[in-house]
């Protein structure tokens, strides 16, 4: 059986104008290694769900990526993290909401699912669990990072703050040029072929309230059904939120018939796109083809399968 691994660091608004040589070699750098550690389960004969931490562990650790380490700041000047897994043989979930100083996240969301009778922890509780199954936690020093702290104080005082007003903060966001979804996420197809998928983010500067996005929600930000599809998505997560986009693909495919890039350019390029949502997803079905679609600029993404294709871009 085929076996694929696909991965995303975020979409958004990545041109070529907007990078420069040693940022495409550290992206490129990035994926490659999220990519070798992810595929290495897979090549070993490991199930897609390990294969699926493995990558996004990677990711997470690199600041570069919105994503454990790299985690954005909070309008408190914090870092709240979301992460959910979902494993495609049983449609069995783990997630995790608002977290802080836990430095794999997508580790807890695998624990969540494996040992908590729950789906999905928030906040304090999540923290409890995760001590209580000793996962590494990390002091706020680690995710102390002096771009994205400049790119908060850049926001904080200026869209932000104006928007606040009309009570849209999102919408400053995403009107910034600067502005990208670095989240990270990760599907697999194994050579059983089971599909998982991961997705694991900082969510979005200046956020506040403890506001969750798409990521660690079910059917939304992430989803994986051996027999549809396993997508992990990157974006303006309220629009994601509101669009079920996950689950809209799987849907597709299950009762209209549509073939993994049909679905998933219906719901990204049409369905999103009419209500004013941007961003994009990384998808695998079962028989190990894999797909990219986004409505923004770019997409940090990657996939390497075992019938010898490698692919890792940023552009649209
Ligand atoms: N979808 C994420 C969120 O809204 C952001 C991202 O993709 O970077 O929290």
Same mark, same amino acid.
């Given at each position: 059986m085929p076996i694929t691994l696909a991965i995303h660091g975020g979409a958004g608004n990545i041109t070529p104008a907007m990078m420069n040589k040693q940022q495409e070699a550290e992206y490129d750098a990035g994926l490659k290694a999220a990519l070798d550690a992810g595929y290495d389960v897979l090549k070993g004969g490991g199930n897609a769900m390990d294969a699926v931490v493995a990558a996004i562990a990677v990711l997470e650790n690199n +600041?570069?990526?919105?994503? *454990?380490? %790299?985690s954005v700041f909070t309008k408190k000047g914090l870092h709240e993290m979301d992460a959910a897994i979902m494993d495609g043989r049983n449609l069995a979930a783990g997630a995790v909401a %608002?977290?802080?100083?836990?430095? @794999?996240p997508i580790k807890l969301a695998k624990d969540v699912l494996e040992h908590?009778?729950?789906v999905l922890l928030s906040g304090s509780g999540a923290a409890e669990f995760a001590l209580s199954r000793g996962l590494e936690m990390a002091t706020d020093d680690y995710f102390f990072n002096k771009l994205r702290y400049d790119q908060w104080v850049k926001i904080r005082d200026s869209d932000f703050t104006q928007l606040d007003h009309e009570g849209d903060n999102l919408k400053g966001a995403a009107t910034n +040029?600067?502005?990208?979804? *670095?989240t990270v996420g990760a599907v697999a197809c194994d050579e059983q072929g089971n599909l998982a998928a991961g997705t694991s983010t900082g969510g979005m500067? @200046?956020?506040?309230? *403890?506001r969750v996005g798409d990521s660690p929600i079910v059917g939304a930000g992430t989803y994986a059904n051996n027999n549809t599809c396993a997508i992990s998505c990157t974006g303006h997560g309220e629009f994601f939120l509101r669009a079920v986009v996950a689950h809209d693909v799987a849907c597709l495919i299950e009762y209209k018939g549509l073939t993994l890039q049909q679905a998933c350019d219906t719901v990204i390029k049409d369905k999103l796109v009419k209500m004013g949502g941007e961003g994009g997803l990384i998808a695998v079905n079962a028989g190990g083809d894999h797909c990219f679609s986004f409505n923004s600029a770019g997409m940090y993404r990657a996939v390497r399968d075992s019938k010898g294709y490698e692919e890792i871009a940023y552009y649209g």
């Amino acid at each position: 059986m085929p076996i694929t691994l696909a991965i995303h660091g975020g979409a958004g608004n990545i041109t070529p104008a907007m990078m420069n040589k040693q940022q495409e070699a550290e992206y490129d750098a990035g994926l490659k290694a999220a990519l070798d550690a992810g595929y290495d389960v897979l090549k070993g004969g490991g199930n897609a769900m390990d294969a699926v931490v493995a990558a996004i562990a990677v990711l997470e650790n690199n +600041p570069i990526f919105n994503a *454990g380490r %790299g985690s954005v700041f909070t309008k408190k000047g914090l870092h709240e993290m979301d992460a959910a897994i979902m494993d495609g043989r049983n449609l069995a979930a783990g997630a995790v909401a %608002g977290v802080r100083n836990i430095k @794999n996240p997508i580790k807890l969301a695998k624990d969540v699912l494996e040992h908590s009778g729950h789906v999905l922890l928030s906040g304090s509780g999540a923290a409890e669990f995760a001590l209580s199954r000793g996962l590494e936690m990390a002091t706020d020093d680690y995710f102390f990072n002096k771009l994205r702290y400049d790119q908060w104080v850049k926001i904080r005082d200026s869209d932000f703050t104006q928007l606040d007003h009309e009570g849209d903060n999102l919408k400053g966001a995403a009107t910034n +040029p600067d502005y990208k979804f *670095g989240t990270v996420g990760a599907v697999a197809c194994d050579e059983q072929g089971n599909l998982a998928a991961g997705t694991s983010t900082g969510g979005m500067t @200046n956020k506040r309230y *403890g506001r969750v996005g798409d990521s660690p929600i079910v059917g939304a930000g992430t989803y994986a059904n051996n027999n549809t599809c396993a997508i992990s998505c990157t974006g303006h997560g309220e629009f994601f939120l509101r669009a079920v986009v996950a689950h809209d693909v799987a849907c597709l495919i299950e009762y209209k018939g549509l073939t993994l890039q049909q679905a998933c350019d219906t719901v990204i390029k049409d369905k999103l796109v009419k209500m004013g949502g941007e961003g994009g997803l990384i998808a695998v079905n079962a028989g190990g083809d894999h797909c990219f679609s986004f409505n923004s600029a770019g997409m940090y993404r990657a996939v390497r399968d075992s019938k010898g294709y490698e692919e890792i871009a940023y552009y649209g």
